[in-house]
């Protein structure tokens, strides 16, 4: 098969076949078609869309470009998460060790940071020593030992979605549902586990910016996943502005390690208890996930989840650890009033310009910078009261990233509801 040809057959907006769509899922996860013709694949793709049934043979063709992961023998039920990107979203690192910690089995295969939004691998990775490429085997026996292991896209375990994950984040090619819904849900299928919670995202800071487009996502995961046999719940929740209070790849670590300590509540701690009763439900367990929380369980999963992957459990003693040089606060100036939007996407569009995502393949990226969102949507702001603090490798770009940020939120003179996390 020619390359060339399936790249002009989906420019000129026709229907690929299975056959296709797998020979672009090998090329992908084997290297024997190159970026640049993967990426024009990929635009085509994002320009002229592709039908349910090309979505579900991508979506396997993806799946099998690896091995997946064969759980018999675990402690079931067996389940995975994942969410469709968030700004702040590290929901992942508090809700793995609380459903482990009210007795799943958690399986999962996470990505970096992608366009505006984060990464689950990239936050871990800030975790001195944590490995994040485990085998199949590797997975398996730690999930049989502390009930929880992620890795990961390694050249075993969705190969495809590694390359074509990385293209999408540097060719703007992110926000297009087939592809969303393929990258996914080829993890999911990989991963081994039979039970999916889905957290779609909506809003500025999310890749379904309306409520109508993020319920076309919601079923058509629910859709190509159930078909492939898996048992899917999905949440739809809010992302207009950024999830907690921090967004940067060790800042948030330490958020979530502080959730897990129980010493921060609100829309985040909130968000992850949805998620994690919605999960349970799913499975037919019956536990509560906020005392998992409030007893100290899920905080000493996650030790034995970090310890298990190499990473320094010094991360629970102190936050001083991956600090950046130069912290920055932005100031309200103008006259009081209620905090009406706060723009996630300019948050976390300006991560990226301080370090912490990527802008090429490949790019190194700084774990230390950040920004902390020190407001919420419904909060009522005096005169010159702090609304972001901006972690920063150096005091220039700690200083054009204040400036933009000023443009970011709104006031409004009459009170503001605060918003709800959960949409549906
Ligand atoms: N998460 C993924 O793994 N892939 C996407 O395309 C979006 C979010």
């Known amino acids: 098969m020619n390359p060339i040809s399936i790249i002009?057959?989906?420019r000129d907006?026709?229907?690929?076949?299975?056959?296709?769509?797998?020979?672009?899922?090998q090329g992908a996860a084997t290297g024997t078609i190159p970026d640049y013709q993967l990426a024009a694949?990929?635009?085509?793709?994002?320009?002229?869309?592709?039908?349910?049934?090309?979505?579900?043979?991508?979506?396997?063709?993806?799946?099998?470009?690896?091995?997946?992961?064969?759980?018999?023998?675990l402690p079931t039920p067996w389940a995975d998460k994942h969410s469709t990107g968030g700004v702040g979203d590290k929901t992942t690192i508090v809700l793995l060790p609380i459903l482990a910690?009210?007795?799943?089995?958690?399986?999962?295969?996470?990505?970096?940071?992608?366009?505006?939004?984060?990464?689950?691998?990239?936050?871990?990775?800030?975790?001195?020593?944590?490995?994040?490429?485990?085998?199949?085997?590797?997975?398996?026996a730690q999930a049989n030992h502390i009930g929880i292991a992620l890795t990961?896209?390694?050249?075993?375990?969705?190969?495809?979605?590694?390359?074509?994950?990385a293209l999408r984040d540097v060719t703007g090619t992110v926000p297009c549902l087939p592809l969303i819904v393929s990258s996914i849900l080829s993890k999911k299928i990989a991963g081994g586990a039979d039970h999916v919670t889905l957290d779609v995202k909506c809003g500025s800071g999310a890749f379904m910016e309306t409520p109508a487009e993020a319920h076309r996502l919601a079923d058509a995961l629910t859709k190509v996943g159930t078909a492939a046999g898996l048992k899917i719940r999905t949440a739809v929740t809010d992302m207009d502005q950024p999830l907690g209070r921090t967004a940067g790849n060790a800042l948030e670590i330490k958020e979530a390690i502080r959730i897990l300590q129980g010493q921060e509540t609100g829309r985040f701690r909130d968000l992850c208890i949805h998620l994690a009763q919605i999960t349970l439900e799913n499975c037919g367990i019956l536990a509560d996930p906020a005392f998992a929380i409030d007893s100290g369980v899920a905080l000493m999963k996650m030790r034995q989840w970090v310890t298990a992957q190499g990473g320094s459990t010094e991360i629970f003693d102190h936050e001083e650890w991956q600090s950046a040089p130069h912290i920055h606060e932005v100031l309200h100036l103008d006259e009081p009033g209620w905090i009406k939007s706060i723009d996630a996407e300019t948050v976390g569009l300006q991560i990226v310009e301080l370090g912490g995502g990527r802008k090429a393949k490949g790019d190194p990226i700084d774990y230390t910078v950040g920004i902390e969102t020190l407001v919420q949507i419904g909060d009522h702001i005096?005169?010159?009261?702090?609304?972001?603090?901006?972690?920063?490798a150096t005091q220039e770009s700690a200083e054009a990233t204040s400036k933009t940020l000023l443009t970011a939120y709104k006031i409004s003179h009459e009170k503001v509801e605060p918003r709800n996390v959960i949409i549906q």
Not at 41 to 68: F, H, K, P
Not at 382 to 390: D, E, V
């Open 8 to 10: 002009t057959k989906k």
């Open 13 to 25: 907006q026709q229907v690929l076949t299975a056959e296709e769509l797998a020979f672009i899922a």
């Open 41 to 73: 694949w990929l635009m085509a793709v994002y320009i002229n869309g592709l039908t349910d049934q090309e979505t579900a043979d991508l979506t396997r063709a993806m799946a099998e470009s690896g091995d997946r992961v064969d759980l018999t023998g």
């Open 101 to 140: 910690a009210c007795g799943l089995t958690v399986i999962k295969m996470s990505g970096p940071g992608l366009g505006k939004t984060g990464g689950t691998i990239d936050k871990l990775a800030s975790i001195p020593g944590f490995r994040t490429d485990l085998t199949p085997e590797q997975m398996k």
């Open 152 to 165: 990961g896209q390694t050249p075993s375990l969705a190969p495809a979605d590694k390359t074509l994950y």
């Open 382 to 392: 005096p005169t010159n009261q702090p609304l972001f603090r901006i972690h920063a």
